[in-house]
């Protein structure tokens, strides 16, 4: 930013210095991976129920493993069940999270469908990292913040003594009776899918796996968001989508069925578990001896805010062309930065579903 006041520099100066931004953000998502992975271990597919247990419950939404594992730890044995919502959902799929037997399911869906979603949940709720939004007073007194996240006359929790929100959670009347719901898989991390790399490729090479989508990014309320529901239900049935972020709740509960094995619909998992995403293309290209950007993989992005922006400056830092960006270019992309990024990337908006598979299949 302070080099933007140096009327010397040009877009492409300006543009290599975002660049070294994405490539030290690639660093921060490795370190927070290894600190994730060497904590909790590796994710691995599993199934998470979308209904409910009858009984009482804590409703964890935010980012933080950290935060979840101390709820979690904290009210074993009190006949409390814990659900995630929002990006927690991932969470699942680490072992060491996965051992508490009242860790249950995933309730909801994205961050900006809480108020609705929140009102109804007859548990307490705590809030990690961010993502909150206002609070109705209907929920007030039954949500929490920890961290970095906070709202005027919520409870805040400074240290990480999560007894007031155990203490609501057994006042509630938590659920009725059992609910009954679909269940999705998560946990198909750079692990979990080079585990199975031999099958990935041997599909690839007998052309029974034609393309891979990655299809992820942020969510939101604004109109075209439902272009990457649409794009995931019109993908070919040759075709597997990789998912990861909030982005993916316009179609996490989809089924896309398999190839040979290999789930059509792979969640990577949080915003930061890009790292994974890449690590995964970068294996490929290795399999097949080839360059990223010359795999049969498109990108399609959805972008909300900073955190997604700073994730594709990382992509552009390691080269990785053609990706498509929506629902619309953020406002800070020039036609400078926008002539810039289109001449050395080959960065495009999204247009209509029909014309960008056409334009990536042929």
């Not at 419950?57 to 709820?71: N, P, Q, R, T, Y």
Request: glycine fraction near 10%.
């Amino acid at each position: 930013m302070a080099a933007t006041l140096d009327k010397t520099l040009g877009a492409d100066d300006l543009v290599g210095l975002a660049l070294k931004c994405g490539e030290v953000n690639i660093r921060a998502m490795e370190l927070l991976d290894a600190g994730n992975t060497g904590t909790y271990g590796h994710p691995v597919p599993t199934a998470v129920p979308l209904g409910a247990k009858a009984g009482k419950a804590i409703l964890v939404s935010g980012h933080d493993l950290k935060d979840l594992e101390e709820i979690l730890k904290q009210s074993d044995g009190k006949g409390i069940n814990v659900y995630t919502h929002g990006e927690m959902l991932p969470c699942h799929g680490y072992p060491e999270l996965k051992k508490y037997s009242h860790f249950h399911g995933h309730y909801g869906t994205t961050w900006q469908n809480q108020a609705k979603e929140f009102d109804a949940f007859p548990g307490a709720i705590l809030m990690t990292t961010n993502c909150i939004q206002k609070p109705r007073d209907s929920y007030s007194t039954n949500i929490f913040t920890t961290g970095l996240v906070g709202w005027p006359g919520v409870t805040h929790i400074a240290d990480k003594n999560f007894t007031p929100v155990i203490e609501k959670a057994l006042e509630l009347p938590g659920f009725a009776e059992d609910v009954d719901g679909k269940s999705v898989m998560v946990g198909f991390a750079r692990n979990a899918v080079l585990g199975v790399a031999d099958k990935v490729i041997e599909a690839v090479k007998s052309k029974a796996l034609r393309h891979f989508f990655l299809v992820g990014g942020c969510d939101g309320a604004k109109p075209g968001r439902n272009y990457y529901t649409e794009l995931v239900e019109k993908v070919p049935d040759d075709c597997v989508v990789l998912t990861l972020a909030c982005g993916k709740f316009r179609f996490f509960d989809q089924d896309l069925g398999d190839i040979g094995g290999i789930p059509r619909l792979l969640d990577v998992g949080q915003c930061n578990d890009a790292y994974s995403a890449v690590q995964i293309a970068l294996a490929l290209a290795n399999a097949f001896e080839c360059e990223v950007n010359d795999l049969p993989l498109s990108m399609v992005l959805s972008w909300y805010e900073q955190k997604a922006c700073v994730i594709l400056l990382t992509l552009l830092h390691l080269g990785i062309k053609d990706i498509r960006l929506g629902p619309s270019l953020p406002a800070f992309i020039t036609p400078n930065v926008l002539d810039v990024l289109v001449k050395n990337f080959n960065i495009m908006p999204i247009s209509t579903v029909d014309e960008d598979l056409k334009a990536i299949l042929g």
